[in-house]
């Protein structure tokens, strides 16, 4: 069962934009924080950016800041990452997935060993 679903990956050329959409049940998004990670090719899975339940406070990796933007749509239960100025380096698996309860301290959100429900990932590729 999914409890988790990615949508938006694809092939873009660099300097291009996607929107990346992240779908969870009402139940898991009504009480959890929200977070993307993403893993390259050959390379450890890394923190790309987190939002709060509120929706107040968000969180970004240092390659990202200023790149990207993360939401989330409450009526929807889905978290979007809008991915601007993309370059070559941001091709990876994309996951996103969602931390109910444990807090919404940086430490936290950056740390995925604090998500306990993931999606599957989607794939964005950059091309040169």
């Known amino acids: 069962q999914v409890r988790v679903l990615e949508s938006g990956g694809g092939l873009v050329q660099t300097g291009g934009s996607l929107r990346l959409s992240c779908t969870t049940s009402g139940a898991i998004f009504s009480r959890s924080a929200m977070g993307w990670f993403r893993q390259p090719p050959t390379e450890e899975r890394e923190f790309v950016a987190a939002i709060d339940l509120s929706g107040g406070t968000t969180y970004y990796g240092d390659s990202v800041r200023g790149r990207f933007v993360i939401s989330r749509d409450s009526a929807k239960n889905t978290a979007y990452l809008q991915m601007n100025s993309l370059k070559p380096e941001d091709t990876a698996n994309y996951y996103c997935?969602?931390?109910?309860?444990?807090?919404?301290?940086?430490?936290?959100?950056?740390?995925?060993?604090?998500?306990?429900?993931w999606g599957q990932g989607t794939q964005v590729t950059v091309s040169s």
């Open positions: 997935a969602a931390n109910a309860g444990s807090g919404a301290d940086y430490e936290t959100l950056v740390n995925q060993r604090h998500y306990d429900t």
